[in-house]
C-alpha cells in the first residue's frame, strides 16, 4: 500500500519517537563516533557535512519537502519535551513559549519558496537558477538555541545546502538533541545521514576554526556582537542576526486599551528574551498616565522610582568609578528571569501570575538604552511625535533591527517607518506579528539586520546561476 506525503511523513515521525531516548536516559549520543550528527572536532564535522550536502543538493524539490515536512512535525510532536528540556538547561525564559516557539516552526518557509527565472529574447533564453552554497556554518543563540537550529534547517537544507551548527554552551545539550532526533527522521525519509551537523562539546575555539574552515562556503549567525565580528572577521560571506534594542511610540491618538495588551503580550513573550520584543515605550506626556492604567488592567505591575533604583542596581554593573555614570551591562543572572525574580531584586512582591513589570524613567536610563532581555520595560513620556521618534532613534542605536507605533495617524506611521529604517517595522500589534503570530508575517530565528537580508528564507541561503542558451528557443 502507498503512503501519501503527510501518512509517510507521519509514519517516520512516529517510529523516530518511539527511539527517542525516554526520561533519565543521556540526551545526547556520543560526540566520538559521530553518531546522529554529532562530531568532537570541526575537520570530522564539515567533512560529514560536505559529503551529505552533495546528496541533498541532488535531491528534487519534493524530496526536499519531505525533509522540512519532518523538521517541522518533529517540533511540533516534541515541542513540550524539548521545551522543558531548553527551560531546564538554560534557566531562562518562560516554558509555555518555549514550547510556543517550537511549534511555531511551521511558519518557517521551506521549498515553497524556491523558484527559477527564465527569460527569453530573440537571441535566446536565460535560465536563473537559486543553487546552494555548500556547506553553512551556524552559531546559535542561548536564547533559543533549538527553534532557531530548526528553523535554520529547514531554510538551509529546503535550498540544498548542509549547516554544521555551534551551539552556545548553554544551550548545547538541547541543540544536539533535537538535531540528532532530525537526523534520525531525515535519513528514514531520504535516506541520507548528518544532513544535520554540529561540533559537540562547543567551544570558543570550535567556532573560530568553524568560521574559517576551507570547507566552509558561508556563515550565518545568531547573537550578539562578539559572535557577529568573530563571524565577519572569517573573510567570508556572512548572513548576521545581530542585536537589537526595539524602541515602542504611543500616540494621543492610539487605542490605549490595545496598545497595552499588545505590549505585555510581545514584552512579556519568554520573558522578553526576543530581539524583537518591545525594550522601551515613548509615550505621549498627555496620555502617558491613561496608558499605564491600562497596562495595570492587562495585568502589568509598576514599580516606584526607588524600586526602578533597586533593580538598575542589581541588573547592571557599570563602567567608571562605579558611581552609575559609566556605560552599564547587563548581567547574565537576570536575563530572561521571570518578573518575581526582578521584583525581588526590586525590594517588590507582585502575583506569581504576573508577566510584566513597567515603571517610568529617563531616557538616558539604562534600561532604555541597553538591550536588557528581562520583563521590565521602562516608560518615558516625550513631549510631541517628533520628539518620540528622536528617541527612538537614540535609543535603537542604528541597529536597524525592530521599532513599532500605535496610533491611528497614519502619516505618523509612514514618517516613523522612513526615520527607524528598520528591518522590522510594527503597526497597532505585538511585536510577533512581525513574524506571523498576530500578523502576515512569515517565521525565522535569524534576523539578519546588520548585513540586510532580513528575516531569512531559503532562498537568503542561496546564489544566483544563470544557464545562457544561443539561438531562438522561444514557443511564441
Known sequence: MSLNREQLVATIVEEVLARLPKAGAPAVRSAKSGAGGAFESVDEAVSAATEAQKKVAALGLEER????????TLCTENAEEWGRAELEETKIGRLDHKIEKLRFIRKVLGVEVMRAEVRTDRTGASIIEAAPWGVVAMALPATHSAPTMASNAVNVLAAGNVPVFTAHPAAAKIAARALQAMNRGIEKAVGIENALVTV???????TQALFRHPGVALICVTGGPAVVKAAMQAGKRVIAAGPGNPPVVVDPCADLALAARHVVDGASFDNNLLCISEKELFVAEEIADDFMAALRRCGAVALDARQIDALTKAAFTFDGDGTG??????KRDFVGKDPSVLAEAAGARVPATTQLLFGETGEDHPFVQEEQMMPFVPVVRVRGFERAV?????????YRHTALIHTSNLRHVTEMARAM?????????????ALGSGGAGYLSYSIATPTGEGVTTPLTFTRQRQLSIGGALRFI
Open 65 to 72: 519537502g519531505l525533509i522540512v515536512d519532518v523538521i517541522r
Open 200 to 206: 559537540f562539546p562547543p567551544s570558543i575555539e570550535a
Open 325 to 330: 555614570c559609566g556605560r552599564a551591562h547587563v
Open 390 to 398: 528622536e528617541a527612538s532613534l537614540r535609543a535603537e542605536h542604528g
Open 421 to 433: 529604517n528598520t528591518t522590522l517595522f510594527v503597526h497597532n500589534g505585538p511585536c510577533t506579528a
